[in-house]
């Protein structure tokens, strides 16, 4: 995978810059903040994903139908930051994936969640978008990243370990683990 190269937004600059990066595949991505413009590429996204990865996603749980899924239109835009990473298929701009955290009360610490399309496991995507939050967390001064998820999931505590996440059995419930960092 290739070092992220910031680019430039097209219009009015925001405080969160595009990068294009490079897949372990060759596949060249954008990850942007998604945009209240990109609310129909990301429900095709939360709507293409199977019921199976609904409930067993990397980082985070996801609701079972994808019609109460969360969107942009659905979350606290001040608070909450979702990147995406996009691509071209076919003529026409797709969302792969999302990462998003949403910050604790206290402002230094936040929870994050991962989201990949099927066809995007095991291609770096998750890497990539994952590295991106704990950038854009560090930059907002938050240091200490957490998420949960099933014990079960060997991606999650595969993708997790890579990234220097530690994994600890949940107090409050065994059958799920959770994954921090300080960033």
């Known amino acids: 995978m290739n070092t992220a190269k910031p680019i430039k937004s097209q219009g009015k600059e925001t405080e969160i810059k595009p990068w294009a990066e490079v897949l372990a595949d060759g596949t060249q991505v954008v990850v942007r903040k998604i945009a209240p413009m990109d609310a129909k590429l990301e429900r095709a996204f939360t709507d293409s994903l199977s019921p199976e990865l609904r409930s067993f996603d990397f980082l985070g749980q996801l609701r079972p139908s994808s019609s109460t899924l969360p969107t942009q239109f659905d979350i606290d835009h001040a608070n909450v930051m979702s990147l995406g990473a996009f691509t071209t298929v076919d003529g026409k701009e797709t969302l792969l994936g999302i990462g998003r955290y949403s910050p604790a009360r206290d402002g230094s610490s936040c929870e ?15 890497t990539v978008l994952i590295k991106h939050l ?43 683990a959770i994954y921090s960092i300080w960033i």
């Not at 994050?112 to 998750?126: F, P, V």
């Not at 990243?145 to 409050?172: H, I, K, S, W």
Request: with cysteine; charged share 25%; glycine share 8%.
């Open 134 to 176: 704990i950038e854009v967390a560090r930059k907002r001064d938050i240091f200490y990243m957490f998420a949960v998820g099933g014990m079960e999931n060997t991606e999650m505590a595969e993708l997790a370990q890579r990234l220097g996440f530690t994994r600890q059995v949940d107090p409050q419930d065994p059958a799920q």
């Open 112 to 126: 994050c969640q991962l989201t990949l399309s099927e066809a995007w496991h095991h291609k770096g995507l998750g």
